[in-house]
Nanobody, 124 residues
Framework: QVPMVESGGGLVQAGGSLRLSCAAS????????MGWFRQAPGKEREFVAS????????YYADSVKGRFTISRDNAKNTVYLQMNSLEPEDTAVYYC?????????????????WGKGTLVTVSS
C-alpha cells in the first residue's frame, strides 16, 4: 500500500484556477506512472491526466487539454495538477493514482493505488 494524500480542492468560480497536489508517503513513487482521475456525482470515474516517471511524457483527456497541466517532483514524491479555465463540468472528486512504470495510467484498471480524493466544485 502507498498512502497518497490529495490537497488543494475547493470551491471556485467558472474561469478560475486551482492547483491540486498529491503527496505519497512510506514508499517512493518516483518510478511509477502517476495520474489523476475524477468522478462526478452519478457518473463513472474517468481519466483526467497522467505523467510517466521521466516527468516529460504526459497524457490528457480531450476534455481538459489546453486547460490542465500535470507535473511531478520526484524528490518530493509529489504530483500536481494545475487546473485553469475551470468549468462547472469539471466539478468532481479528484483522485490521485499510481500505476506501474510501464503503464500510461489512462484506465482505472491500470491503477495499483488510489488516494482518498479531494472535492473540486466549480460554480457558474
Amino acid at each position: 500500500q502507498v498512502p497518497m494524500v490529495e490537497s488543494g480542492g475547493g470551491l471556485v468560480q467558472a474561469g478560475g484556477s486551482l492547483r491540486l497536489s498529491c503527496a505519497a508517503s512510506g514508499r517512493t513513487v518516483s518510478s511509477a506512472t502517476m495520474g489523476w482521475f475524477r468522478q462526478a456525482p452519478g457518473k463513472e470515474r474517468e481519466f483526467v491526466a497522467s505523467i510517466r516517471s521521466d516527468r516529460y511524457t504526459t497524457y490528457y483527456a480531450d476534455s481538459v487539454k489546453g486547460r490542465f497541466t500535470i507535473s511531478r517532483d520526484n524528490a518530493k514524491n509529489t504530483v500536481y495538477l494545475q487546473m485553469n479555465s475551470l468549468e462547472p463540468e469539471d466539478t468532481a472528486v479528484y483522485y490521485c493514482a499510481a500505476a506501474d512504470w510501464g503503464s500510461s495510467a489512462r484506465s482505472p484498471e491500470d491503477i495499483n493505488f488510489w488516494g482518498k480524493g479531494t472535492l473540486v466544485t466549480v460554480s457558474s
